[in-house]
């Protein structure tokens, strides 16, 4: 059987510090709270990803072409903006692939204990998921994401 469940020498199934079981691949689990330290940036390649052919609309007043950065914007949550912001303000759009982005969003879902990456784009129908994934270990929102909706590849996106 893999995954054997870790014991300390008493024979008690070990623990880690946020209370799950800890396996012999000694993978950690993401964290149900928010880790203290993390950093106030991250970023992936938006090379891979292209647009849905449904992405259309956004009322905008200024257009910048995203570059794949997520800024701090409160506890285990950050926002798609590009390196040289720090806040996103009114009528600001970031695009991928020439179209207008609604939600770019890097985060800590604390009641399923994952790292949620999504980023949707404006359509006539209100929003269109270009891509979605979940990350399962880890403290921080660095590493691997693996897809769960959206019309573009890759199935995993990186998270650096």
Same mark, same amino acid.
């Given at each position: 059987?893999?995954? !054997?469940?870790?014991?300390?020498?008493?024979? !008690?199934?070990?623990?880690?510090?946020?209370?799950?079981?800890? !396996?012999?691949c000694l993978s950690?689990?993401?964290?149900?709270?928010?880790?203290?330290?993390?950093? #106030?940036?991250y970023a992936i390649?938006?090379?891979?990803?292209?647009?849905?052919?449904?992405?259309?609309?956004?009322?905008?007043?200024?257009? !910048?072409?995203?570059? &794949?950065?997520?800024?701090?914007?409160?506890?285990?949550?950050?926002? &798609?903006?590009?390196s040289e912001y720090?806040?996103?303000?009114?009528?600001?759009?970031?695009?991928?692939?020439?179209?207008?982005?609604?939600?770019?969003?890097?985060?800590?879902?604390?009641?399923?204990?994952?790292?949620?990456?999504?980023?949707?784009?404006?359509?006539?129908?209100?929003?269109?998921?270009?891509?979605?994934?979940?990350? %399962?270990? #880890?403290?921080?929102?660095?590493?691997?994401?693996?897809? %769960?909706?959206?019309?573009?590849?890759?199935?995993?996106? %990186?998270?650096?």
């Amino acid at each position: 059987m893999t995954n !054997h469940l870790k014991h300390a020498d008493s024979g !008690h199934l070990l623990h880690n510090a946020n209370g799950h079981l800890v !396996h012999e691949c000694l993978s950690v689990p993401a964290p149900c709270l928010c880790p203290q330290n993390l950093a #106030g940036s991250y970023a992936i390649n938006t090379g891979d990803l292209d647009a849905c052919a449904s992405c259309e609309g956004g009322i905008c007043s200024t257009t !910048h072409i995203w570059d &794949g950065t997520f800024q701090l914007f409160s506890s285990c949550n950050w926002q &798609g903006l590009n390196s040289e912001y720090n806040q996103w303000t009114a009528g600001q759009c970031f695009q991928l692939d020439g179209k207008n982005l609604s939600t770019i969003q890097l985060r800590l879902n604390p009641y399923d204990c994952q790292w949620e990456l999504t980023l949707n784009c404006f359509s006539s129908g209100g929003e269109n998921t270009i891509w979605e994934g979940v990350k %399962t270990t #880890g403290l921080t929102p660095a590493g691997s994401y693996t897809k %769960t909706d959206g019309c573009s590849l890759p199935v995993v996106l %990186t998270v650096f």
